[in-house]
């Protein structure tokens, strides 16, 4: 049976993040206020299922802190330092992003428990790697924090690959929100390919002013490299994984990356409180074993898998053992959901997919 190398830092469960319905803060008639989603809880029961699932084909390693030389080959080094003095202050960035004393610590481990885990990729230590992490990265642009993302911690890894030498990197993030830090940070560049599959949710204002729409497909040299794969509301495995087959793989294929790298949310998981849409246990398994199956052809089998959202804390933990089992190659998901009960329509859904395909086909011939 195959097996990884996990990383993991316990700073990461120091970033303190309140009540809030949901992400914002609730109402004063609320007897018993809502924890934030993006809370430490959801790490623990994330490390609890792994534990729990696969037992000792995870060697769990530690993490680290990012430097801010490191921070800085992607995030303005002014940003950095407003980030620092930010949560020493205790500060909301913006509606759902809030920094507390520990936050700076927190992030900073995320953002290097990702690196550390790219590293044991490229050192040739591991094939497979997946860093458990918060708070998540993939808001994160160059000088902007959103959406609980305060350092770009996928992007950061990709980023480390270009430098050490690979020449092409492909990034998939299926969290269920745009990955709008990572397109902006590579919109401009032709060596790594940023496929961001989400809910159709559009900008949420000036902390996030893209829309995820397939027509925002990169500039310049980049065009045609960044891929949003914008499903509406509702889609579940059959839509997620027609997508992937019909648009994501035709396009990592043609790109041929050397790396694969994966933005690895479960909040499109059925019963999460920040997304809309109804992917089970069995579909991100299935995710789990199509990122792999890229790995295996193009990249002699390296995969780095980087934890983004997920806050269902329970249904969450075990769609990412699902994920991780996926991703080693296991034929079959490790249990039945026991939680699965919506209706799986992929038809609703072949208009969506059709507008990704018009959108990127100038660029990428497979789609034909």
């Known amino acids: 049976?195959?097996?990884?190398?996990?990383?993991?830092?316990?700073?990461?469960l120091d970033h303190e993040t309140g009540y809030g319905l949901f992400d914002v803060p609730g109402?004063?008639?609320?007897?018993?206020?809502?924890?934030?989603?993006?809370s430490a809880p959801r790490v623990r029961n994330m490390r609890g299922a792994l534990h729990g699932v696969l037992g000792d084909r995870l060697r769990w390693r530690d993490g680290r802190h990012a430097t801010t030389e490191e921070l800085a080959t992607l995030h303005d080094p002014s940003y950095v330092e407003e980030i620092r003095a930010a949560a020493a202050a205790g500060t909301r960035l913006t509606a759902t992003t809030v920094l507390a004393p520990g936050s700076?610590?927190?992030?900073?481990?995320?953002?290097g428990t990702a690196l550390a885990a790219a590293d044991a990729i490229l050192a040739g230590e591991t094939d497979v790697a997946y860093a458990l992490v918060r708070p998540p990265g993939h808001h994160a642009s160059r000088r902007q924090a959103d959406g609980y993302c305060f350092f770009n911690g996928t992007a950061l890894a990709a980023e480390r690959a270009r430098r050490?030498?690979?020449?092409?990197?492909?990034?998939?993030?299926?969290?269920?929100?745009?990955?709008?830090?990572?397109?902006?940070?590579?919109?401009?560049r032709p060596d790594v390919l940023c496929v961001s599959f989400h809910m159709r949710h559009g900008s949420w204002g000036p902390s996030h002013p893209e829309t995820g729409a397939p027509e925002e497909v990169g500039t310049g040299e980049g065009a045609g490299f960044n891929v949003n794969v914008e499903l509406g509301l509702g889609a579940g495995d059959?839509?997620?994984?027609?997508?992937?087959?019909?648009?994501?793989e035709p396009i990592v294929d043609a790109f041929a990356p050397e790396l694969v790298v994966v933005a690895c949310g479960q909040d499109a998981g059925q019963f999460d409180p920040n997304g809309r849409q109804a992917v089970t246990c069995a579909g991100f398994h299935a995710l789990g074993r199509r990122a792999r199956a890229l790995a295996e052809r193009h990249t002699g089998g390296r995969l780095l898998l980087v934890q983004e959202g997920g806050y269902a804390p329970?249904?969450?933990?075990?769609?990412?053992?699902?994920?991780?089992?996926?991703?080693?190659?296991?034929?079959?998901p490790p249990f039945r959901d026991p939680t699965s009960f919506l209706p799986d329509e992929p038809a609703r859904f072949e208009d969506?997919?059709?507008r990704v395909r018009v959108a990127l086909a100038a660029y990428w011939p497979a789609l034909g």
């Open 352 to 354: 969506d997919i059709a």
């Open 1 to 12: 049976m195959s097996e990884a190398d996990a990383f993991f830092h316990p700073a990461c």
């Open 238 to 248: 059959g839509a997620y994984l027609q997508a992937f087959d019909e648009v994501v």
């Open 27 to 38: 109402p004063a008639w609320l007897e018993v206020p809502e924890i934030h989603p993006e």
């Open 104 to 111: 700076f610590e927190a992030a900073t481990a995320a953002a």
């Open 164 to 188: 050490a030498g690979l020449a092409r990197v492909a990034i998939v993030d299926w969290d269920v929100h745009h990955g709008n830090g990572t397109q902006t940070i590579f919109s401009d």
């Open 314 to 332: 329970t249904h969450a933990a075990a769609c990412l053992a699902a994920t991780i089992c996926g991703a080693l190659g296991d034929a079959e």
